[in-house]
């Protein structure tokens, strides 16, 4: 149980195009899920926190209007990089947060890659 | 400000004897910990949690350790595996703050046949 898909798994884009990445949890419903960024060797950072039904709080330094999150279900989460650069390549990575625990479940990742 | 740290970047143990990985933290608020693994290009697995209300709990070869006096926990692995080999996060949440998980830099851990 407590599985997370994400995808795609890898998009290639050009600099100035938007790349939609969606999370999902398939067995279980999440009011909250989490995106995270996490750059080579170092941690994972959290971006923003997506609530179902309102509005995305976003992480100090992460632009709002550059990272757009829609939570539209208990089960579908969206991240789109909107005019992407290559400064924007790094691996992304959602979290669901069950209804009842603490615990985070994790979908493997999006490598985004900006030429 | 890292307020999750994990300050050994890598370990390296024999296959069957135990992998200490270390996390330590400066929020006197953290309630909840956890550990997880990753693999290159994956995302983390969840492996095993603690309540700020325990100083233990153990699942299989995994047991954390809580010491709130020192703001220190810790992950062991007994007995170790090849399988193991991966890199380890510790993350810590306020109970308040909506899950909101603040992560440690990771340990690669390196369980040698």
């Known amino acids: 149980g407590a599985v997370v898909s994400q995808h795609p798994s890898r998009v290639i884009c050009k600099s100035g195009t938007s790349v939609k990445i969606e999370c999902r949890s398939l067995?279980?419903?999440?009011?909250?899920m989490f995106w995270y960024r996490q750059f080579p060797k170092q941690s994972l950072m959290l971006m923003a926190t997506?609530?179902?039904?309102?509005?995305?709080?976003?992480e100090q330094g992460v632009e709002k209007d550059k990272f757009l999150i829609n939570h539209a279900s208990l089960t579908l989460s969206t991240l789109t990089v909107t005019s992407a650069h290559p400064e924007d390549s790094s691996f992304y990575i959602c979290?669901?947060?069950?209804?009842?625990?603490?615990?985070?479940?994790f979908g493997p990742g999006t490598r985004l890659l900006v030429l | 400000d890292q307020q999750v740290k994990q300050n050994s970047p890598s370990l390296s143990v024999q296959e069957g004897r135990i992998s200490i990985l270390n996390c330590d933290y400066t929020?006197?608020?953290?309630?909840?910990f956890l550990w997880y693994k990753k693999y290159p290009a994956e995302g983390p697995t969840f492996l095993i949690s603690?309540?700020?209300?325990?100083d233990k709990n153990e699942d299989g070869r995994f047991t954390v350790f809580l010491n709130k006096s020192a703001k220190h926990l810790s992950l062991h692995i007994v007995p170790s595996q090849p399988g193991d080999s991966a890199v380890y996060f510790c993350?810590?949440?306020?109970?308040?703050?909506?899950?909101?998980?603040?992560f440690g830099q990771g340990t690669e851990l390196s369980v040698k046949p």
């Open positions: 929020n006197s608020m953290f309630d909840y």
């Open positions: 603690i309540s700020s209300i325990k």
């Open positions: 979290s669901a947060q069950t209804l009842a625990g603490e615990t985070q479940y």
């Open positions: 067995d279980f419903q999440a009011t909250t």
């Open positions: 997506s609530n179902e039904g309102s509005k995305a709080t976003y």
């Open positions: 993350a810590a949440s306020v109970g308040n703050q909506g899950g909101k998980l603040i």
